[in-house]
């Protein structure tokens, strides 16, 4: 049931599964497989906060993101919004948490209607949800938006084609919080942009969270700028959350080797110091149509036995290390401390 | 001219001393002329890389960082490119004005270069085998048996694993880390002077990318050759490189060692780069970032490039474009204020 309180959690995912079928054949298809792309993955994002999702490339990410939306639909599980499912939603119901919870695409270029006007691709979704913004205040509204974002109110008569990629992105911003949502889905927002200019996106992030309290999925890869941003981190691996807890505890004491092996991956930036841990996997991820038996991390890691090969390991919080995580032998372990290099 | 063993005959070319410019590009110019105008893309750049030795070249998009070594390649199409002027010097010999075939011969065996997308790279329709054979076959003059000898010992030096089999594979029957490999080896086939590789870690993720970058610098350390790394990355410059060459609009504005240019920026856009990146080793409150967008190269502002994003700009640098100037030894920087921001940064 809806929870008009606003006690708990905004979005509470539990078992969300999506497997794609691979087929063969052009005129009679038949499934060959599975791609597992999100695996029974569960967590809650509470009002306010913000949860950055972390992987590599074909982890789930990003299918994940259009999940949580219902922009493609569950093989299995389900996402509930205000304590209602999703999945069992009337289109009419849909929409109506579509107004609530809002995406934003990595690629600027391709997320905007390049037919459309600045101020029309921001003002179309007062069109679906006419409540949220008088018809008569809709022009004054706009610009509002554009200046918030860091444009101009004159930019709105402009089209996509005129801006650069950062500015593309702050039209897309200014588009997802026309309706004012309570949960901003950012898949890979700041990843296409030059450094000088994701700084500023993510500056601009960070004062409108402030101004408006949404809640945010932030999906990056880019482990610096997930730190900067997030309470919490949830790590992907092959379809599954492998570990998930308060971004300070992932970043000083992930007890999941991926994760200690994906942070000590990321080079420092001062050439003065050195990392005392290196961590250097083999191999590449395996294709998660054929994801290997037990834990889908064993065939890259260092810890993995014949336990790992037989049973799959449950996200939970085994020796009292403060958070869950996904692995038979977690143990914490200090992968980013440093020493200063001689010179 | 040097004591320096080499690993394979120099031929015509001379040997180049530690400490001497094995590659070197002076005050190269390279212009695009498109009907809607001409682009400067390269505006006056110089780099030298020593063998042994990590250059990077670092810049965002648009910045010119590759054009340079799409010059030394002669990857530059013409129209709409044309380089306007400058040098480019391999061993000591003028490049642009040696006859195409002495060029040529540079180009395939003192030079090699890897892209950031190593699907392109490689042809699809012959195996990853045949294509590093044909290098021993053609150059060396290695029949076909031991040519594919040579690439299957290749192949395992740069990591892949059942290298013998995957001879006869073809490129998109390989993961993206095991592409840049295979690019890896078809470059080092020949025993280059010098491997420039640009953004060869972009594509890849975290976890591959580092087994790449410490390939590649382990291959440098036992092949003696000089690196030449174009990214946008600072914190894998911070990690391998020596020095820096920064580049924007076309220029390089700050030339230096990493750790005196990364710890001590000469130059307000490398200070603003680092103050734009948080750093993965503890939470920062907010970042710093430098205003405003790089300048439309068809459309350069008059004075210095930097200038409109510069929170040191002064009436100065809106009418008189600096030039790369020395700071001290070993270091450069194009401000007016370099000592200004020095003592800022």
Redesign the interface.
Known sequence: MADPSGAGPLLSVRGLTKHFPLTRGVVFQRTIGHVRAVDGIDFDLDPGETLGLVG??GCGKSTAARLLLRLIEPTSGEVRYRGEDLTGMSPRELRQMRRNVQIIFQDPYASLDPRMTVGSIIAEGWEIHPEVMPRGRRKEEVGNLLERVGLERAHADRFPHQF?G??RQRIGIARALALRPEVLILDEPVSAL???????V??LL?ELQAEYGFAAVFIA?D???V??ISDRVAVMYLGKIVEIGD??AI?ERPTHPYTQ????????????VERTTRI??????PSPASPPSGCSFRTRCWKADERCAAEEPELVDRGGHGHPSACHYAEPADV?G?RRLG? | MSELPTTHDTGAWSLPRRGEPVLSVRDLHVEFRTRRGTLQAVRGVSWDVEPGETLAILGESGSGKSVSAQAVMGLIDSPPGHITSGSIHFRGRDLLGAPEVEQRRVRAEGVSIIFQDALTALNPVFTVGWQIAELFRVHRGLGRREAYQRAGDLLDRVGIPSARQRLHEYPHQFSGGMRQRAMIAMALALEPDVLIADEPTTALDVTVQAQIMDLLTDLQRDLGMGLVLITHDLAVVADVADRVAVMYAGRVVETGRVREVFTDPAHPYTLGLMRSIPPLERRTASLDPIRGTPPNPGALPVGCAFAPRCAFARDRCREEDPALEVVEAGRASACHFSEEVRRDG
């Open positions: 590599e490339s650069s950062g500015q030059d450094v000088s200019v994701q700084a500023q993510i500056n960070e890869h482990l610096s700028v730190r900067h971004s300070e970043y092996a994906l942070l000590s991956a990321v080079p420092s930036a001062d050439p003065t250097r996997l083999e191999g590449d991820v980013l440093v010179s």
